[in-house]
Structure formats: structure tokens, C-alpha cells
């Protein structure tokens, strides 16, 4: 049957199609893989440079695990509705969620962008599945940036053939193509058909596109990692040029001159221990088929009145420029040097927490997004499920709880001053749970400054609270 809505199925293919060899390479980035272009192809050549290198350090991957280690999400809640707020726990667990969401996480990092899909199971439920950029994508309307539809594609086999299947969806319908594939052929508008073991044109009575999009940037994402490429590029080009000389470190090439006027001698050394192999008289042969051959252990016999070593680079001419570049992935990144290289001895409490406020605040950032997303993509699933709600709250475990004594010394004068408890103990980063457990929480935040008989906040010299 022909496809009635064939614009759109081949320009959302096309788009989608055109974005998967921008996701190999972030990929490949996240394992810091790169093929580093030489100026000469035969050094290229000899140094074996392709993804498979042993020779990989890994740097451009450290910002995804910093940060993918740091979002992790504790709870949600639907305000003024604990029915909803138990259903959302519920539905979490239901669906396994909680055992993929680091990978889902990292995934979102690693492309920029990421989905998820939901729709009812077969129980009626709503059924929650994460997907992947590698398979689906949504578009936007370009002047107001909202969602106009949505394409999930992926190949299954059928018989002997391998077919090629594509849904779009979208707020009213969803439609299902397929079209048989082979090997390296692209796929031609013409060669899309109706799927037709199954209605290919299914009603949607919600609303919503049941595909919802997360991203590190609205509205199509950039990869986490993308700023230390560059710098990948560089310390892979340092480490496999590093590596390549190593062998002449340890087995240096040694040539021997002799004096070709000299009836003493051979410049064949072929026979000299210590020369396995021998290098054979690069003279010898006729006129024009001299050929010297350096190879790490050898000694060269070449016809003049000297011996000497070949050196190979210094080390310090890779090290010290490795060394620079590496440090310039903390301002690219946001990601303080300590993850970078070793820092040496501990910083000090106040400038270690400078040092994180960039990362802090990226990782807000992303709070915010993912959290808003998830918050959306729980909506809907109350939504088929019959409970509309007006929005989900997303909450995040902290990143880390404080426990320097600068912070709980001033964390005394902020609750001196009337400050309520649980905001303090929630600024340490004490997860949401642990609070509640201890009877604290935002509903009971009062103003409430400890005073002295007198009536007035007493402070010390110092600053702390002296009330007795």
C-alpha cells in the first residue's frame, strides 16, 4: 500500500539517518578513541593508528563518569497528592527503571540526548521503557521549539531478510512502516510500505507524544564531552608518537663508519655477535640499490671512520606537552584538575569548594533538564493511567554531603539567626529520606532563632551562639 504521509516518513529518516555517524564518534570519544590525522601518511602508517590502539588514555570519557556518578535520582513527588506521589514510586519499580538509569544517564551525557517511551502494557498499566538516540528521534516546530512528531527506527529479521522498520508518532496517531533492507543500500522513499501484519495507523486518544526527549541542552543536546575532544586528539597523537620511539629507548640503533679506503674491515656485519640478523653492506649490489633499514637492536655498517648511537627523542618532548594539555581540560570542561592528574597534597576546605562551583553549577544545570524530563515522562504515564496530574517533582540524591568544619561552624551561626534545620542539613547535602527519618521537613521549616532570657539573639565574639 502506498504511504500517504511520505514527506515526513522520508525527511524524519533522512534527519534521523544523518545524525548516527555524529553519535559513532561520540562514542568513540567516550572510550577516547580518535584517528589522529599525521601530515605524513607513512608515520600514520607505521604507527598503526586506528581505534584498536593499545595505546588510549582516556581523558575525554572522565567528564562523562564525574558527572553520570553525581545525577542520581532519589524520589518523586506529585504536590498535594500522595496517591500520585506512591504511584510514581511504583511505577519506577514496576518497570525496572531504577536499573537502568545510570546507563540511561551516562547516555544522555555521552550523545547529548536521549528518550524515553511510554504507552500502555499489556495489563492497561502504563509500560516504561528507556530508548536510545540510536533509534529514535524527536523534532521541533523551528519557531516555537515545541515537539511536532516523533520517529523510533530499528531492523528485525523476517524470514531470511532483514526489514527495516520505522513508527512516527505523533499527538493523535501513531503510523507503522517497514521496508526490506540489504547491506550498504540506502533506503529509498518509494521502497517504505504500510505495515500490514498489524494496523499500521494506530489512534492515540492522549494527547502526547509518547516519546519524550532529555537532553543536556534544549532543544537537541550536545555531548557532555565534547569540549575535551580536541585534546583527546592531541594526547592520543603525543602518547602513540611516545610509543612509537620507546623500542629505540631500550635497544638503540648503533651504526658503525669505517674507512672505505681501508683494506681492513668488512661493512658486512652480518657475522658480528651481538647482531642477530646482521645488517648486510648497503654498498653491495649494483649501483643505485643501496637500502638501509634502521631497526631497534641493529647495528649499521656504513662505509666511513666512525661509531656512534642514533638517539631517539627525549621523553620530556612528549611528557611536558602532554602535560600542558591535559591541564587545559579543567577550564574546558568544568571538571576541577583533581580529576585530571594527581594534585598533590590536599587543598585547602574553601578553595577545594571554589574549585567544584563550576561543576556544582553544571550539574544543577542538568538536574534541572533531566529532572523536568522525567517529571514529563511521569505525567503521561499517570495520564494514560487516568490521573491527571499538574506536575511531578523530581528529586536528586546530593552530590555529596559536607562535613568540613568551616561549613558546620558557620551552619551553628545560620541556626542562631532562626534559620530552620532541615534547610541547613539539606544544604550539607543529608539525602531527603534521612531527614524525614529525623522529623524534618520542608512543611515544618519554621523561622524559629534561638534567644537568650532577655529575648534577643546572643552571639559570642566569634560569631556562635553563647545561649545557654
Known sequence: MAVENSDVLAQSYTEFTNRLAFFAQCDAYAHGASLE????????????????????????????????????????????????????????????????????????????????????????????????????????????????????????????????????????HIEKYYALVADGVPIATADWMELEEEDWYVPNPYGFIPIEPFHTIWPYGEPEHKPAWPVQDAVNKLVATHMGVVDALGLPIRYLLMDPASPEGTSDLSLLEGNPGGTPDPFSGSPGSESIKARPGDILALRAKQAGTFEAANSSQF??????????????TDIPLKYWVDP?????????????????????????????????????????????????????????????????????????????????????????????????????????????????????????????
Open 319 to 332: 611528557i611536558e606537552p602532554l602535560k600542558y594539555y591535559v591541564s587545559l581540560l579543567s577550564p574546558l
Open 37 to 172: 590525522v599525521f601530515s605524513d601518511l607513512r608515520t600514520r602508517g607505521i604507527l598503526r593508528l586506528d581505534e584498536e590502539s593499545p595505546y588510549v588514555f582516556n581523558f575525554s570519557g572522565i567528564p562523562l563518569r564525574v558527572i553520570s556518578h553525581r545525577l542520581n535520582v532519589s524520589s518523586f513527588t506529585v504536590p498535594n497528592d500522595t496517591g500520585a506521589t506512591d504511584r510514581c514510586a511504583e511505577l519506577w519499580q514496576e518497570n525496572k527503571l531504577y536499573l537502568y538509569e545510570h546507563g540511561f544517564i551516562f547516555d544522555i551525557l555521552k550523545y547529548g540526548v536521549s528518550y524515553a517511551s511510554v504507552w500502555p502494557g499489556e495489563d492497561g498499566t502504563a509500560a516504561i521503557s528507556f530508548e536510545s538516540p540510536l533509534n529514535c528521534r524527536v523534532f521541533y516546530d523551528e519557531g516555537s521549539q515545541t515537539p511536532t512528531h516523533a520517529i523510533k527506527s530499528w531492523r528485525e529479521r523476517r524470514g531470511l531478510d532483514w526489514i527495516a522498520r520505522v513508527n512516527l508518532y505523533f499527538t493523535d
Open 344 to 468: 598533590g597534597q590536599m587543598p585547602a576546605e574553601g578553595s577545594s569548594m571554589a574549585a567544584d562551583a563550576p561543576l556544582r553549577s553544571r550539574i544543577a544545570n542538568r538536574e534541572m533538564s533531566f529532572g523536568y524530563s522525567f517529571g514529563e515522562l511521569l505525567k503521561k504515564a499517570l495520564i494514560i493511567e487516568k490521573r491527571d496530574v499538574p506536575t511531578v517533582i523530581t528529586h536528586w540524591q546530593p552530590q555529596e554531603v559536607e562535613m568540613g568544619r568551616n561549613f558546620w561552624e558557620g551552619a551553628q551561626i545560620m541556626r542562631s539567626l532562626g534559620v530552620p534545620m532541615y534547610y541547613i542539613a539539606k544544604s550539607a547535602g543529608i539525602p531527603e529520606q534521612t531527614l524525614q527519618s529525623w522529623n524534618l521537613s520542608e512543611d515544618s521549616a519554621t523561622y524559629s532563632p534561638q534567644q537568650t532570657a532577655g529575648g534577643s539573639t546572643q552571639l559570642s565574639a566569634d560569631g556562635l551562639d553563647t545561649t545557654s
